[in-house]
Nanobody, 124 residues
């Protein structure tokens, strides 16, 4: 059974950086588009960033554009979310999701595989 496992969350001060990782547990990662979503306490899950399975389509939400960078290493079967200049409003549980032959869409219901999440807490 294919699984996704996130890591890299933590508690940091505003302005700091974190890199989240999402490890894909089986072969075939190169055929998957990947996205990151986040859910803050008491709020709906929201789209953060996505990358198509071809690695040529990348999208960011307006709130993270210019600060976050998504990438995908097919050899390591791992996706990353580099988060720089973190703000308090970035505090949330971050989830990675994968979609076979995914084009990097923003809709959560397009993704069939989900990780368990990793928490990011940013304090002022």
């Amino acid at each position: 059974q294919v699984q996704l496992q996130e890591s890299g969350g933590g508690t940091v001060q505003a302005g700091a950086s974190l890199r989240l990782s999402c490890v894909f547990s089986t072969r075939g990662f190169s055929f998957y588009g990947v996205a990151w979503f986040r859910q803050a306490h008491g709020r709906d899950r929201e789209f953060v960033s996505s990358i198509s399975w071809t690695n040529d389509k990348i999208y960011y939400s307006d709130s993270v554009k210019g600060r976050f960078t998504i990438s995908k290493d097919n050899d390591q079967a791992t996706a990353y979310l580099q988060m720089d200049n973190l703000k308090r409003e970035d505090s949330a549980v971050y989830y990675c999701a994968a979609d076979c032959y995914g084009a990097g869409v923003r809709r959560a219901d397009e993704y069939e595989l989900w990780g368990q999440g990793t928490e990011v807490v940013v304090f002022a």
